[in-house]
Nanobody
Framework: QVQLVESGGGLVQAGGSLRLSCAAS????????MGWFRQAPGKDREFVAR????????YYADSVKGRFTISRDNAKNTVYLQMNSLKPEDTAVYYC????????????????????WGQGTQVTVSS
């Protein structure tokens, strides 16, 4: 089993930055591909970013490309989401997720491809 705990959310003005962290425990972190998802009130959970086990492959939703960066530090069992140039439409609860699959799934942007989830951290971007 894997336990995930997000942190770093908060209130920020449009154009500002936040760095989210997700600390993992319970399984060798380097064996997990990691993803970030977000969910706004009344909306479905949507894919934000993914980083593969090696850290060599990263993938982003079109809505955040060029603004968000996913990274990982295996020595700290932590994955990060650096969010720059934040917009009000980025407001959501952000969730960290882990994928323990042996191979990269075809539909890596689908939430059902991930096995473990954190509790989420709120990000609010004001105009």
């Amino acid at each position: 089993q894997v336990q995930l705990v997000e942190s770093g959310g908060g209130l920020v003005q449009a154009g500002g930055s936040l760095r989210l962290s997700c600390a993992a425990s319970g399984r060798t972190f380097s064996s997990l591909a990691m993803g970030w998802f977000r969910q706004a009130p009344g909306k479905d959970r949507e894919f934000v970013a993914r980083i593969n086990r090696s850290g060599g492959g990263t993938y982003y939703a079109d809505s955040v490309k060029g603004r968000f960066t996913i990274s990982r530090d295996n020595a700290k069992n932590t994955v990060y989401l650096q969010m720059n140039s934040l917009k009000p439409e980025d407001t959501a609860v952000y969730y960290c997720a882990a994928d323990s699959s042996r191979y990269m799934p075809t539909f890596f942007m689908n939430s059902n491809e991930y096995d473990y989830w954190g509790q989420g951290t709120q990000v609010t971007v004001s105009s």
